[in-house]
């Protein structure tokens, strides 16, 4: 049957299977409409624990979310335009792009967002990669916490890599950004650094060739967004010239006009 599904049928059969699969959720009644039904199918994999979930469920969610995207429209490099130096600025929607690697804005706990719809990058790249990158990230944290210890939480600037599963990325590089509290400091601006600067070594290692980072801290985590940008330039630009050739592509992707205005000030 799988073969012959709509669209339509994927997401019904979805919905039935993931609220199957919640205790908290399963009596809960489905919308009629497609755009509730969609609603609705999200929340309940934003709020699913990594766990087990049957092959054959995978494989229509797959079909789903591989659908879904191309009905948002698959970007290729080549279609985003070169500013200078191998640097480049998109905005949108980063789980569109199909380049070597996307950086996702994570939490210490690397699990993704747990709220249902939230509009965070953490919650859209797990959403439409599918279930399998929470479950993949689960795995990874689980051997650094019998490696470190059981109340480990990824130290913020150390990337991790990950498949990117249904998204038409390659892999997704998850890192944990500073956390603007009381003001900004040069420790925080160093942390941020950081993270482009291991971000990058991390793709020179994994010969990753294009990377598409998101606006790392700039969201919940409070870091003042001109500074981030200025930071974030200045980052890449140093690293790049050190690493001269390494490098297909970086693209700084945006998704408030806000940003698009900082990085290009610093960028045109």
């Not at 399963?26 to 979930?53: E, H, Q, V, Y």
């Not at 038409?168 to 603007?180: E, S, T």
Request: proline residues 4%.
């Amino acid at each position: 049957m799988k073969e012959t599904m709509t669209q339509d049928q994927r997401l019904d059969y979805l919905v039935e299977e993931f609220k199957t699969d919640s205790v908290q959720y399963k009596d809960m009644r489905t919308p009629d409409d497609t755009a509730g039904k969609r609603r609705f199918l999200r929340s309940l994999m934003n709020i699913r624990m990594p766990k087990n979930l049957g092959d054959p469920i995978l494989s229509v969610q797959d079909d789903y979310l591989q659908e879904r995207i191309r009905e948002k429209g698959i970007v290729e490099l080549a279609d985003i335009p070169e500013i200078r130096d191998s640097l480049s600025i998109w905005q949108g929607d980063i789980t569109r792009l199909a380049v070597d690697v996307i950086v996702n804005a994570a939490n210490s706990q690397m699990l993704g967002c747990f709220v249902p719809m939230h509009t965070c990058i953490d919650n859209c790249i797990h959403t439409f990669a599918g279930v399998q990158l929470r479950a993949e990230c689960a795995r990874q944290m689980n051997q650094l916490r019998i490696r470190y210890g059981s109340d480990y939480e990824q130290p913020t600037a150390v990337p991790m890599l990950t498949d990117a599963y249904n998204l038409p990325a390659k892999k997704v590089i998850h890192i944990v950004g500073p956390i603007v509290q009381s003001g900004l400091t040069t420790e925080l601006e160093k942390d941020l650094a950081d993270c482009y600067q291991n971000t990058l070594d991390m793709c020179l290692e994994n010969g990753l060739k294009s990377v598409a980072f998101c606006c790392i801290s700039t969201g919940v985590f409070c870091f003042p967004n001109k500074k981030a940008a200025e930071i974030a330039v200045k980052t890449v630009t140093n690293w790049l010239s050190q690493h001269p050739g390494t490098m297909e592509r970086v693209i700084f992707n945006v998704f408030k006009n806000e940003d698009k205005t900082y990085y290009e000030q610093q960028l045109c």
